[in-house]
């Protein structure tokens, strides 16, 4: 498969891939389809993720505080992050979906890539153990770590973007839903973020906290609010 090319590891059982790579709503629509989807594999990943991130923050940055420790690694292992990792490795592409999710724009919904990245760790996991998955998770998501160190503000975007907004200005920083899409148990709102009615960007998230915080890191990242 061409995806074991980009990311560098030769599966031992390439069903452990094929699994990583299948959407729930594959299964749904496909009576003949491979018994599991990806979720499992989604579960395992992120929980080997933090691991991975957490002890390389440990060992690279000894100095550093636990607080300042948790608000690096959850800046890193985050969906924006991880979503950017998948699309380095064209991961959309590679994804069996239902034909609904596929005409809802499932293969670029960042949540559905950062859970197929973290799936995909899972899968290295379990079929080539730690050092595998570790070697994997390093060489995309190391420089994020480094570029992020002194980025206290992406645990909460909001926060920051607050801070940074009201020194100069009182006027009211809003935060409006203009889109909901998706099943009721996988929705996906999109939130547009405006300061005294300028437009500073929006967000989408699989609730509105998540959204909100992503429209004010991009708002924060646009306009170099750091």
């Given at each position: ?86 699309r380095k490795i064209g991961l959309g592409g590679f994804l069996r979906m239902g034909k609904g999710e596929v005409a809802n724009g499932g293969r670029e919904r960042d949540s559905v890539l950062s859970d197929a990245f973290e799936a995909v760790i899972g899968a290295i996991y ?101």
């Amino acid at each position: 498969m061409e995806l074991q090319k980009i990311i560098g590891y030769n599966f031992n059982k390439i069903q452990n891939l094929e699994e990583a790579l299948t959407h729930s709503s594959y299964i749904n629509e496909n009576k003949a389809s491979p018994k599991q989807h990806n979720e499992r594999l989604e579960y395992l990943g992120d929980a080997v993720l933090e691991l991975v991130v957490s002890g390389y923050i440990f060992a690279e940055f000894p100095g550093m505080s636990e607080g300042d420790m948790t608000r690096l690694r959850a800046g890193v292992v985050c969906e924006p992050s991880l979503s950017a990792c998948a699309r380095k490795i064209g991961l959309g592409g590679f994804l069996r979906m239902g034909k609904g999710e596929v005409a809802n724009g499932g293969r670029e919904r960042d949540s559905v890539l950062s859970d197929a990245f973290e799936a995909v760790i899972g899968a290295i996991y379990l079929d080539g153990g730690y050092k595998a998955a570790q070697r994997f998770i390093l060489a995309y998501l190391e420089d994020d770590i480094h570029s992020q160190k002194g980025l206290r503000w992406v645990a909460d975007c909001k926060t920051h973007l607050q801070e940074q907004l009201q020194r100069d200005s009182q006027e009211p920083i809003e935060y409006r839903v203009i889109k909901e899409e998706g099943p009721e148990h996988e929705k996906i709102f999109t939130v547009e973020l405006t300061h005294g009615g300028r437009f500073l960007g929006q967000g989408s998230g699989r609730n509105k906290k998540e959204a909100e915080q992503a429209a004010a890191r991009f708002a924060i990242e646009e306009n170099h609010l750091y």
